[in-house]
């Protein structure tokens, strides 16, 4: 016990050195982050495409939301928040005729339950609704059944609109969506609520309640491992193996006694001040393989320990993540204390100072008013980047593709 105790002091003061060697350092430059992930942080989307915002009526959007205003806080609320931001941005233009992309303000997750999670089960009928609407009013989505358009989706497995997985594999991406550009939080390599080409996102973490949390940066990192969080899901799954592929309850298991790891299921009041004094932050799937911790361990500086096989994440194209996180395939939990005491120092500060580098946390937020290089302009950087459209997406004169009457029958019910 004794020597476990010197190595957890060891590593302690190896934590604040590298702290106290960033924050300290009389405001050292933060690192250029160069390669083909952080040169294109800093592009600028304006002037290179144009988007037509469908009026929709606001049963779709502005009634939902005036219902429940939580909605604005939940980690699914960039759909409301790109809405806003497309309505005043210069890339919106009022002409359909020279759109490059068309966008369908409907807000799918703000059906919410008494506790304040979205319930996904209208979320098909409501957007096959919005879709007949403008395929009815407008001859743009019936040129390509759209092919250039995109539609936020931000479930927890996007829009196959479920949060269970097998009950989103069995309905898969809605059949309406499966031309158009998704851009969802959702992201797994070879997984059927994935289309290819969709734009991977940030969840939503409100900007102004993590800067009211900021401490001085000065502060040592004295915590080694940080998690809060569920480690079984009960409710959802009684015997307690299937929730995160069993790899919360692995970390549980394993180190729940291990004085290197600071691991709770109770969310304290300091949450945000405690991911500050941390120098790893655990960021394991949930039920999807994404959540709000990989935003708030980017934002405060906290090296996130990524744990989901075959994650897709945020901006891959702009953000390095191989660079700034460290990833832990799901099978070596039990080996988490060996892998992160063998990082050496010095890719420690490395990793340290990219991620105290201001692009870095702005691509990663949905800040109001938007800001230069922030996630909503990451999001037209990428739908920038997918122009010009190739010609084959436009069809021959009442030439169909979709199917609009695949998926399970509780879909086709009108909204």
């Not at 031309?179 to 390599?189: E, I, K, P, S, W």
């Amino acid at each position: 016990m004794e020597i476990r105790n010197c190595v957890f002091a060891l590593i302690l003061c190896h934590a604040a050195f590298v702290s106290c060697a960033v924050g300290l350092g009389r405001n050292p430059p933060t690192e250029r982050i160069s390669g083909s992930a952080g040169d294109v942080l800093e592009d600028d989307p304006v002037g290179r495409l144009k988007v037509f915002v469908y009026e929709l009526p606001s049963k779709y959007n502005k009634k939902i939301l005036q219902k429940d205003q939580r909605c604005l806080n939940h980690m699914f609320a960039a759909e409301i928040y790109m809405h806003r931001f497309l309505l005043s941005s210069p890339v919106r233009t009022l002409n359909p005729a020279e759109a490059d992309w068309f966008y369908t303000p409907v807000y799918t997750t703000c059906d919410l339950t008494p506790n304040g999670l979205p319930l996904p089960f209208k979320s098909p009928r409501m957007m096959r609704s919005a879709i007949q609407l403008i395929s009815s009013n407008w001859p743009y989505w019936n040129r390509t059944e759209g092919a250039d358009h995109f539609f936020v989706v931000p479930h927890d497995f996007g829009a196959c609109f479920h949060y269970q997985e097998e009950k989103a594999i069995e309905r898969g991406i809605l059949t309406m969506l499966r031309r158009a550009t998704l851009v969802q939080t959702f992201g797994q390599r070879n997984h059927v609520c994935l289309k290819e080409g969709s734009i991977t996102v940030p969840p939503y973490a409100p900007p102004q309640k993590m800067q009211s949390h900021l401490i001085p940066e000065k502060t040592p990192r004295a915590i080694f491992v940080y998690f809060r969080g569920l480690f079984y899901d009960v409710g959802n799954d009684p015997e307690g193996g299937y929730y995160a592929r069993g790899a919360r309850a692995a970390v549980w298991e394993n180190f729940k006694d291990n004085p290197l790891f600071d691991i709770s299921t109770e969310h304290p009041t300091t949450y945000y001040e405690d991911m500050q004094r941390a120098v790893f932050c655990l960021c394991p799937l949930g039920w999807a393989p994404w959540s709000p911790r990989l935003v708030e361990a980017v934002v405060f500086g906290c090296i996130p320990v990524i744990i989901a096989d075959d994650i897709v994440l945020p901006f891959a194209d702009a953000i390095p993540w191989e660079e700034i996180g460290v990833f832990v395939d799901e099978k070596d939990v039990p080996n988490l204390d060996t892998i992160l005491t063998s990082i050496p120092p010095e890719t420690i500060l490395r990793k340290q100072r990219l991620l105290a580098n201001p692009s870095m946390k702005q691509a990663m937020l949905f800040p109001q008013p938007a800001q230069p290089g922030d996630a909503f302009h990451q999001v037209l950087n990428g739908l920038a980047r997918k122009l010009p459209h190739d010609k084959s997406i436009y069809l021959a004169p009442g030439e169909k593709v979709l199917n609009w009457t695949a998926g399970p029958v509780g879909d086709l019910k009108p909204w």
